[in-house]
């Protein structure tokens, strides 16, 4: 991902705790990974089936996997009924 942005010459905001609005084109793998630590996978277990919840993805989560050639469905698919909240 951080060579797609370099080569891309591509600015993210959003990666900095302190300063939200402020851009890099070199981000590191800690930022990047911090920004998908608000993740959550809910399960509900009933006697008769399990249903899942994800919490939903970001815009900037979304624009990271497009940066790695990822659509949102591969997050989405994850579990099928994510979009209904338990």
Request: aromatic residues 6%.
């Amino acid at each position: 991902m951080r060579r797609q942005w370099v080569q891309g010459k591509a600015a993210l905001a959003g990666l900095n705790a302190g300063n939200s609005k402020r851009t890099t084109t070199y981000p590191t793998r800690e930022r990047l990974l911090e920004v998908f630590q608000e993740i959550t996978l809910t399960l509900v277990i009933e006697p008769h089936q399990t249903r899942y919840h994800l919490t939903a993805l970001s815009p900037l989560q979304q624009r990271m996997l497009a940066l790695l050639g990822f659509t949102s469905m591969i997050y989405t698919k994850l579990c099928e009924d994510s979009s209904d909240p338990p």
